[in-house]
């Protein structure tokens, strides 16, 4: 059975996502599909007050990337054209998770699960995560004016979140490999080597899902 990759970074606020897509995009001629943060109106004052503004915040990203994940199968994936992301749709359940109130919550995953029932899902995620120092030097360092308004508490928070979430991943889904890359320990902006690393891990998995697609079994050595 033939199978188009569909590659997903994922990891907290900071750690170098949306470079590591483009690399990817450039590495192995992907189509690059960018999550639009940005354009989200209420973003800012959802940093000024989360509790007041995080459920149009959060409303408008899923709406946002659902449109994002439907015009990419229907342009790419659906051709045969393979992708790579800067974003999983799962991030806005963390997201959500942490700033909704119990019933705002409630009320955000059944319209969530209507609207991702058939989306397109990854074949592999690559798990990018490093210290609260790290996110916040980055975060410094690219100079949003937006992202200055991140608590550190929040971030730290954020970073736990994420960290169950993708287990819970890996428990759900063990068909889709992660990748997990530690930002601490590894530089794929700077260092030629970190990059090149991630890049043969990367192709390994992809070599693996093909073949698991094909006679039903895979794996990297």
Sequence with gaps: MKYTPFITVEGPIGVGKTSLAKAISKQFHFALLKEIVDE??????????????????????????????????????????????????????????????????????????????DMPKPNVIIYLHASLETLLKRIEMRGREIEKKISPLYLEQLSLDYEDAITSFEKEHPEIPVLRFNGDEVDFVKNEHDLKQIFDKLSCSLEAVNLANNIGTGGCS
């Design 40 to 117: 989200n109106p209420f973003l800012g004052k959802f940093y000024e007050n989360i509790e007041e503004w995080s459920f149009q915040t959060e409303m408008f990203f899923l709406c946002n990337r659902y449109k994002q994940l439907g015009d990419i199968n229907s342009h790419y994936l659906s051709k045969n054209l393979p992708v790579v992301a800067d974003y999983h749709i799962f991030k806005n359940l963390i997201f959500a998770g942490r700033t909704l109130n119990p019933k705002e919550f409630q009320k955000y995953v059944q319209i969530y699960q209507i609207l991702t029932n």
